[in-house]
């Protein structure tokens, strides 16, 4: 019909960019079924009822424009948002995006499995109690997570505070400590003794 057309030029475009991940799905409230479907894989098809239910506000569809979750008939997870379609100020349909969540849930899992720690052991600060690579490499990581701050970008004064930080932790006691962030901070070893020169 005429006027979904420019819906339907958009549902192709959308999924012909996020094949296979996206569904559109155009429902016609005037016939209440669905009026095309893009990339199907809810087991749905055009000039079925569009199963919005009937206490669906078609009135007020709007309530509906939030991301929500639904389960696919084979059990996926799909995360989806919908859109009013008007006409002469008259709502004439909805415009409905989902997004297969299954390949990220799957990945994430298997993400955990690698991450997971659960045969290690020992604790991890038994573990690198004397690896002083490890506690400082720790301590600089605290520093950017507190300061909310990327290695390569910090200023002179940043890391003039970061080897602050690490004299006050004793951690340039250790030989080739000096050298090992000088390394770190794409500075001499010069610089750093400068740093701890102008930091006392």
């Not at 298997?110 to 690896?131: A, G």
Request: glycine share 2%; proline share 3%; with cysteine.
């Amino acid at each position: 019909m005429y006027m979904f057309e420019s819906h339907e030029n958009i549902a192709n475009a959308l999924t012909k960019l996020c094949h296979p991940f996206v569904e559109v799905v155009i429902h016609n409230f005037d016939k209440d079924e669905i009026h095309s479907i893009h990339n199907p894989f809810s087991n749905r098809e055009a000039g079925e009822d569009s199963g919005l239910g009937k206490n669906f506000d078609k009135e007020n569809p709007s309530l509906y424009m939030r991301p929500y979750f639904k389960t696919n008939y084979d059990g996926r997870k799909v995360k989806s948002i919908s859109v009013p379609i008007t006409e002469n100020n008259r709502k004439i349909g909805m415009f409905c995006i989902n997004f297969d969540l299954n390949v990220f849930s799957e990945l994430q899992d298997t993400m955990n499995l690698f991450f997971q720690t659960k045969d290690v052991m020992l604790p991890v600060d038994e573990l690198f109690k004397d690896d002083w690579q490890e506690k400082i490499n720790r301590y600089i990581a605290s520093y950017l997570k507190q300061e909310n701050k990327v290695l390569t970008q910090l200023s002179r004064q940043e890391k003039i505070d970061l080897v602050k930080m690490l004299h006050q932790n004793n951690l340039f006691n250790i030989k080739h400590a000096a050298q090992y962030v000088a390394n770190i901070l794409k500075i001499s070893r010069a610089s750093v003794y400068l740093y701890l020169k102008e930091a006392s």
